[in-house]
């Protein structure tokens, strides 16, 4: 198993910028995905981005394109989101996510991940 813990959420002006932080600790040797979701209210979780650890390949949802960015990842120990241009749309709750299981794509349903922090607000303003 694989403890995550986010960081780095806040109130943001529309246009700005934030960058997300993901902790993980536990069994990461096993880790072969680790990713990125949102949960705005009322809604259910939805992708943000993912990268498959063993080639760096990531993979971003159609409405952060452009604007979102994963990183890190190397020692499977820390992912991060770099989020720029926001927009009040992208206010929600920010999971991060791991998959233990075997991968060799990235992968964007949360049925395909195993382990997920707690999450973090993150609201932007207009």
């Known amino acids: 198993q694989v403890q995550l813990v986010e960081s780095g959420g806040g109130l943001v002006q529309a246009g700005g910028s934030l960058t997300l932080s993901c902790a993980a600790s536990?069994?990461?040797?096993?880790?072969?995905?680790m990713a990125w979701f949102r949960q705005a209210p009322g809604t259910e979780r939805e992708f943000v981005t993912t990268?498959?650890?063993?080639?760096?390949?990531?993979r971003v949802a159609d409405s952060v394109k452009g604007r979102f960015t994963i990183s890190g990842g190397n020692a499977r120990e820390k992912v991060y989101l770099l989020m720029s241009d926001l927009k009040p749309e992208d206010t929600a709750v920010y999971y991060c996510?791991?998959?233990?299981?075997?991968?060799?794509?990235?992968?964007?349903?949360?049925?395909?991940?195993?382990?997920w922090g707690q999450g973090t607000q993150v609201t932007v303003s207009s």
């Open positions: 990268m498959l650890l063993s080639t760096t390949e990531t």
């Open positions: 996510a791991a998959r233990s299981r075997f991968a060799v794509a990235p992968l964007r349903t949360v049925s395909d991940y195993d382990d």
């Open positions: 536990g069994r990461t040797s096993t880790t072969t995905l």
